[in-house]
């Protein structure tokens, strides 16, 4: 399985919101990571687990919060998102932080916020 | 990201060959990926580079030079689906990513 599930696909979301990203890897990686993608723009990175602790915060507001539960998966929990946090969600995992070795990309969440 | 330096867009015709080049900032190397993005959907991993030279793949090729802080990508017999964005990216200790290269191949 060289899988990362993401879901939902899709998500809706008004102002006053509380909703979650979900992201599922089974390859045994140890880092995991959220990214933001806009129109045209490289993936941006938001946050790395590593061994499931937070290791790295790019700076990304509070209304976003990540979680990861265990070595498998990987929450962002979103609250309060403003218009413009439309964009594409990208979930990544790759071995371990640091070691040569390529990240693997879930399909991605396309988030609308209204 | 990581100083790395891109060309933002990129036009060529089907059939040919075109070369993609990426510059990055040589402290914290850890080996060169390149990543293939398709309009919405994820990138894919395309190759790896960790020693000087070049690296052939089909019609893929990537080039490593270390000491200059450059890498290519070079794409052969380019077909209408090699139209996409191309990630250049130094593996240290976090996944980040350069602008990316634009491709587009016309007719």
């Known amino acids: 399985d060289t899988e990362v599930t993401q879901t939902p696909k899709h998500l809706v979301m008004g102002m006053t919101n509380k909703k979650s990203l979900k992201c599922e890897q089974h390859m045994g990686h140890r880092a995991m990571y959220w990214y933001k993608q806009k129109a045209k723009k490289p993936p941006e990175l938001m946050f790395v687990y590593s061994y499931e602790k937070l290791s790295i915060n790019e700076s990304v507001p509070s209304r976003f919060s990540p979680e990861c539960p265990n070595s498998s998966l990987l929450n962002l929990h979103l609250h309060a998102l403003q218009p413009e946090d439309s964009a594409l969600y990208l979930c990544a995992s790759s071995q371990a932080r640091g070691l040569n070795t390529e990240a693997f990309f879930g399909q991605g969440t396309r988030l609308t916020v209204v | 990201g990581q100083n790395i330096d891109q060309p933002t867009e990129m036009t060529a015709t089907e059939g040919a060959i075109v070369q993609i080049n990426c510059t990055y900032q040589?402290?914290?190397?850890?080996?060169l990926f390149w990543y293939q993005q398709h309009a919405g959907e994820a990138p894919t991993f395309l190759s790896y580079n960790v020693l000087d030279g070049l690296e052939e793949k089909g019609r893929f090729s990537s080039f490593l030079s270390r000491s200059k802080g450059y890498s290519y990508l070079l794409l052969k017999e380019l077909q209408m689906k090699d139209s996409a964005s191309y990630l250049c990216h130094n593996a240290g200790n976090m996944l980040t990513f350069g602008g990316g290269t634009r491709l587009m191949v016309k007719p």
């Open positions: 040589t402290s914290g190397f850890n080996g």
